[in-house]
């Protein structure tokens, strides 16, 4: 079957553009995570949701993130206004359900502000 | 804060000797923890997990080891294959408070060498 799949896999912007960055989970699982890694650091939790909803945004680091998953299957994370600084590979992962479950991972979405 | 630590960025082991990766945590919530492992380019790929219910959990030639006392976890893997070269990452969740998102430590490279 299927793994958890991330578009694109690259993405190079401009400081100051709009950026939307696709996840595709694991058919079937109900919880999908969105993750942000930096060089040399491990995965940062940015959101989770249960279903459609945003069951937890505390890792979000500002109001120009934000995520949907309006069918409760894909979902888009959506950055606006880029900084450098966002610059990182974003993590998407998936599991059958939220508690006690190892989370499956996409392969990442590497993106560049310049 | 780092509530996750794994103060080794790197272990260089024989092949066929064992690895022992360590990992230490600082939130006494945390309630399940996982290993993932991660090659270049790709997602993080799920090892193996243990609940705070128990001190050990072992699957063919990794085992977890889980030191409540001192908040500390180990993985050993043995014997080692120049396959497992890979960084490792050490992960935590605090399930009936936090949910499940994960907390990950900074990762260690390790290499086996033939």
């Known amino acids: 079957g299927a793994g958890v799949s991330q578009t694109p896999s690259n993405k190079v912007t401009e400081k100051g553009k709009y950026v939307e960055l696709r996840c595709d989970p694991i058919?079937?699982?109900?919880?999908l995570y969105w993750y942000r890694q930096s060089l040399g650091q491990g995965p940062e939790f940015l959101i989770y949701?249960?279903?459609?909803?945003?069951?937890?945004d505390s890792g979000l680091p500002n109001d120009r993130f934000f995520a949907v998953r309006p069918e409760g299957s894909v979902s888009t994370l959506k950055i606006q206004r880029t900084e450098r600084g966002d610059s990182a590979v974003y993590l998407c992962?998936?599991?059958?359900?939220?508690?006690?479950?190892?989370?499956?991972f996409g392969p990442g979405t590497r993106l560049t502000v310049l | 804060d780092q509530q996750v630590k794994q103060n080794s960025p790197s272990l260089s082991v024989q092949e066929g000797r064992i690895s022992i990766l360590n990992c230490d945590y600082t939130?006494?919530?945390?309630?399940?923890f996982l290993w993932y492992k991660k090659y270049p380019a790709e997602g993080p790929t799920f090892l193996i997990s243990?609940?705070?219910?128990?001190d050990k959990n072992e699957d063919g030639r990794f085992t977890v080891f889980l030191n409540k006392s001192a908040k500390h976890l180990s993985l050993h893997i043995v014997p080692s294959q120049p396959g497992d070269s890979a960084v490792y990452f050490c992960?935590?969740?605090?399930?009936?408070?936090?949910?499940?998102?994960?907390?990950f430590g900074e990762g260690t490279q390790l290499t086996v060498n033939p």
């Open positions: 992962a998936s599991s059958p359900r939220g508690s006690y479950n190892e989370q499956f």
């Open positions: 058919s079937g699982h109900t919880a």
């Open positions: 949701f249960q279903g459609t909803g945003a069951a937890d």
């Open positions: 939130n006494s919530m945390f309630d399940y």
């Open positions: 243990i609940s705070s219910i128990k």
């Open positions: 992960a935590a969740s605090a399930q009936e408070t936090s949910g499940s998102r994960l907390t």
